[in-house]
């Protein structure tokens, strides 16, 4: 029987198995969908679907640079100690490599972006199979640089946290001290412009009732809430934050004393804003002996 695209679609979003493993075991099956499922369970393929509603909130953050493309990707393990594992790493270090030579723009194109015989999604699947954990590529953002801009890249806590900088007209010393100040700093955004309305308007609104409740008189409010706005800014927007190296300066004025500008900045903290596994160790090893 022939194998077509589509049951080899079907049988990949049934179980979770890499594309051409999916491919092979249709053909070995004579196209039986159900039959093409014990045999991706017996080799060890599918097993990797049983964990896709697992929690992966650990994993490392990397970045990837090559000549005036630059990467910074995340990807997600269980555990804290596979994150650990050089096969985990070598995973990160084919991923990112692989989507820098990519024009992937989306999650979804980045999965199905080629490595060896497969795509990055089957490669992902292959591994999650084989070191045991639920794996996944969570999110990255690719750069491209002119000749007269610098990227500056730094890791933190070997990878937990990572910072990608672009700077234009300024060294890549000072790409890096600016990379390092968002590591560190925890930036949310590059500068006010890039700060929703409605985050600010809703901060306003928590400054005017703060006022209210310290008996400031109405006349003073609105000059009250400009000035905890400034403040309010210079906590979260990058550029405006006062320069580690140097609190007499903002970090936009530390870039411009060097001749430059920041053009961009991402900063990735794995598992920010995911559910963390709160795993009983004593109750798995209890459900282990009694074979649940």
């Not at 093409?36 to 650990?58: C, M, N, Q, Y």
């Not at 550029?239 to 920041?262: C, L, R, S």
Request: contains cysteine; negative net charge.
């Amino acid at each position: 029987m022939e194998v077509t695209a589509s049951m080899v679609k079907e049988l990949r979003e049934t179980t979770g198995a890499g594309m051409m493993d999916c491919k092979k075991a249709l053909s070995e099956c004579d196209g039986s969908m159900e039959a093409a499922i014990d045999w991706l369970r017996e080799k060890g393929f599918a097993k990797a679907t049983k964990k896709g509603s697992r929690i992966a909130a650990e994993g490392l953050a990397s970045i990837y640079v090559d000549g005036n493309k630059a990467i910074i990707l995340e990807v997600n393990s269980e555990t804290d100690f596979v994150s650990k594992n050089d096969e985990f790493k070598e995973l990160i270090d084919n991923i990112g490599n692989t989507l820098l030579k990519s024009d992937a723009k989306t999650l979804e194109e980045a999965l199905e972006v080629k490595f060896e015989d497969g795509t990055i999604n089957d490669l992902i699947v292959a591994k999650t199979a084989k070191i045991g954990e639920k794996l996944s590529l969570r999110r990255f953002e690719i750069f491209e640089k002119t000749e007269d801009e610098n990227f500056g890249a730094y890791l933190h806590m070997g990878g937990k946290i990572a910072s990608l900088a672009l700077v234009k007209n300024a060294s890549e010393e000072v790409a890096k001290d600016v990379a390092m100040q968002s590591a560190a700093m925890k930036a949310q955004y590059l500068d006010e412009t890039k700060v929703p309305a409605e985050v600010v308007e809703r901060e306003k609104e928590i400054f005017k009732q703060q006022a209210i409740e310290e008996g400031k008189k109405p006349e003073f409010l609105d000059k009250i809430i400009e000035g905890k706005v400034k403040k309010f800014y210079k906590e979260i927007c990058l550029v405006d934050q006062a320069f580690i190296k140097d609190g007499d300066v903002d970090v936009k004025t530390y870039v411009a004393n060097n001749g430059g500008e920041i053009i961009n900045c991402i900063r990735y903290e794995v598992g920010e804003g995911m559910e963390k596994r709160n795993d009983n160790f004593a109750e798995e090893v209890m459900n282990q002996v009694k074979g649940e």
